[in-house]
């Protein structure tokens, strides 16, 4: 069962700890075969993956796609560093990236860079445009360090859970 200790932190038992498991393996898993898997019935089931989507453990259901197989085939990843770090320079850098398909990921970082982005182009060409068109068109920005990978050695979006978790 769910225990919340703070607003951000919720307690799960093992039977919520695999149902998650089972659904970042297979989000299109039905409850029915969801019970089945974890040797229980239909209804506690769908009643615990209703709780856990009310409660934004479980935030949304997507489809990952291969992003070579729709001609992304370039990754690559920024580092960036702003000139200026105010409270509204900070949050036009993050309004001006958000509004950049090629731009699947962004952290704000502590440390040497301000943020990490991964970006996702057809190729080098495509990058330049990138770079060139789209982030160098915010004022703010110092400096980028792009690095491009070159194979992808652990690639998940399933969160580590164990029962201390």
Known sequence: ?????????????SIDINIIRQ?????????????????LTTTPIYERVKRLEKLKVIETYVAL???????KGLMALCMVRL??????????????????P??????HLAGQYDYHLKILVRDMNAFQHFIVNKLSTNENLANV?????????????????????
């Not at 069962?1 to 038992?13: A, F, H, K, V």
């Not at 070159?150 to 978790?165: F, G, H, N, Q, W």
């Open 102 to 107: 090629e731009v699947v990921e962004c952290y």
């Open 145 to 165: 360090q792009s690095s491009f990978v070159m194979s992808r050695i652990t690639d998940t979006t399933a969160v580590p859970l164990t029962e201390e978790s």
């Open 1 to 13: 069962m769910i225990e919340t200790e703070n607003p951000s932190s919720i307690r799960l038992d």
């Open 65 to 71: 796609i291969n992003p070579v197989k729709v001609g």
């Open 23 to 39: 659904l970042q393996n297979n989000a299109k898993i039905t409850n029915k075969d969801l019970a089945s898997q974890l040797e």
């Open 83 to 100: 000139e200026k770090h105010t409270k509204e320079k900070l949050a036009a850098f993050e309004k001006h990236v958000a509004n950049i």
